[in-house]
Structure formats: C-alpha cells, structure tokens
C-alpha cells in the first residue's frame, strides 16, 4: 500500500475461488452421491458420482481463469481507487476520471461497477469488505468533483 499516495481505506475480498457456486455445487454433489454410493452400493447413485465428478473438474479450468481476473482488494486513495488481484495492480481509476457508481444485479448476484472514461471499470463484488465505504468515499469524490466543476 506504500506506493499509492494517500491511502484511505483497503477493502479485502473475503471469500476464496473455492467458493465459486460453479465449483462448490457439483462437489458437494460428489460428496453426496459418493457417500450414498457407499452406503448403499446403489448404480444410480455411483453413476451421479461419476457424473459430478466429471462436471466439478470440467469447471474448475473455468473457475480458475475467471478468478484471475476477480478483484481480490481495493484500495481507496488520494489519486483515485485501484483494484489489485493478489498484490498485482489490475486497474487505477483516477478521481477526475470516475464517472459513475452503479448497482447491477444478475440472477441475484449483486455487484457494484466503478466506472471510468471509455470501457474501464473496477468491479466491486458483494464479498468486499466494508463495501459501503468504499462506495460512499467513491460518491464523495464524484459529489465533491462536480461541486467543483460547478462553482466559478
């Protein structure tokens, strides 16, 4: 955090890949349909196992490449805010370069995008720690800017 100038705040991603619904569901079917397989020695159950097996490994490539690219902290400073992925910088918006804080919600998931000029926009998942503060110091750099802008 020493080379931005000015921290505010960090913001941690609290959960891990693991806790990916693509990778846990289909494992904690394996675990299911496996202990009933053994309890039972039902086939129906032994082929779900297989089954599940083969889904939970052909997710996890998928799992793994999409949390390289997942935000796993946010730093809040003097300059603006910068996503990082495991202490690598991923993307720094700058203050004056903020140009909205918004609300999408898919299918029940809720995330927060900060955007910047053109397409550049750090994701704030739900998992952020202390994300209301995060947003609100977000809204007021933007309120403050434009109180600026405005004044003569």
């Not at 505010?8 to 806790?19: D, K, L, N």
């Not at 952020?128 to 977000?138: F, G, K, P, T, V």
């Amino acid at each position: 955090m020493l080379r931005y100038p000015g921290v505010r705040s960090a913001h941690t991603y609290e959960a891990s890949w693991y806790h990916n619904a693509t990778f846990v569901f289909p494992l904690l079917a394996v675990i299911i349909a496996g202990v009933v397989w053994l309890a039972t020695g039902s086939g129906e159950a032994g082929g779900a196992a297989i089954f599940f097996i083969v889904v939970t490994a052909a997710m996890l490539p998928v799992v793994f490449i999409t949390w390289q690219r997942q935000t796993t902290a946010v730093i809040v400073h003097e300059d603006g805010v910068t996503a990082l992925h495991s202490g690598l910088e991923q993307m720094t918006i700058a203050w004056d370069e903020l140009r909205s804080v918004r609300r999408v919600e898919t299918m029940g998931n809720v995330r927060w995008y900060l955007d910047g000029q053109g397409e550049e926009h750090i994701v704030v998942e739900g998992e952020i720690a202390d994300r209301e503060h995060l947003l609100d110091a977000a809204r007021g750099e933007m309120e403050r800017r434009s109180r600026q802008v405005d004044e003569p």
